[in-house]
């Protein structure tokens, strides 16, 4: 198993020209569009399909009316085309009354792009703090030989809520010396700013990042920062299948 970060999303463009048919990716974006599609499916939704531009979404719903539109430009809810969008991107959004059997399409800054550059890899998680002991699992039980790890970002920028969920995933999955795996240089940095998260308070090292502060700025979504780093409350795999995320 080797196991490798995309620390920024700088990477991505690159990352859309690799040959992923080996390979298993994992994409974060803690703050908040992971969260917020297994916050969905855990509370009934039947699909997340994740788009590209504001103007794709808009298509889909031309073709399908029932659909939901959620996601965000700047942290906020969209608005554009003459159209509201029926959710932003807080996972607050999102109870079991609202998102039951529902399909929604999703645009979002960050998280929506990675889940579109590594949509050629037969599978595809979106993985938070929320789920990440039973992506570990699955992981784990796949065999899978190369294990990318995608960290959204924050606009052009890491984010460091996204490096220390890889951290965290990375020091889950390969704790010790395993003799027939090998983390990358990258995987042994998000690892490295996970410990010193631990050290610091995650909760707090956390509060100071770029998306973070931004969000805590806004008292409608201050508390979207603290329901995104409970750990291990929702036992769910998300996992991308013919374009769209669905609870496994």
Known sequence: MNVEVIL???ELPALTRR????TACVVFDVLRATSTFVT???????????AGEISEALEIK??????????ERHGVRISA???NFDLGNSPREYPPEVVRGKTIVSTTTNGTRALRAVASAPTVLAASFLNLAVTVEFLRGGNFPEIVLVCAGTGENPADED???AGALVDALLPGKETHSRRTDSAVAARAAYFEAVRMGL?????????????LAIPELRDDVAFCLQRDI???VAKMENGAIQKV
């Open 8 to 10: 920024s999303p700088a």
């Open 19 to 22: 040959d992923l048919r080996a």
């Open 40 to 50: 969905a499916l855990q509370n009934g939704a039947k699909e997340i399909i994740p």
């Open 62 to 71: 031309k073709c399908r009316p029932d659909v939901l539109l959620g996601g």
């Open 81 to 83: 085309g003459g159209i």
């Open 163 to 165: 490096i220390i969920a």
């Open 203 to 215: 909760e707090r090292k956390i509060s100071l990042s770029e998306n973070a502060q931004r969000l």
């Open 234 to 236: 929702f036992p769910l």
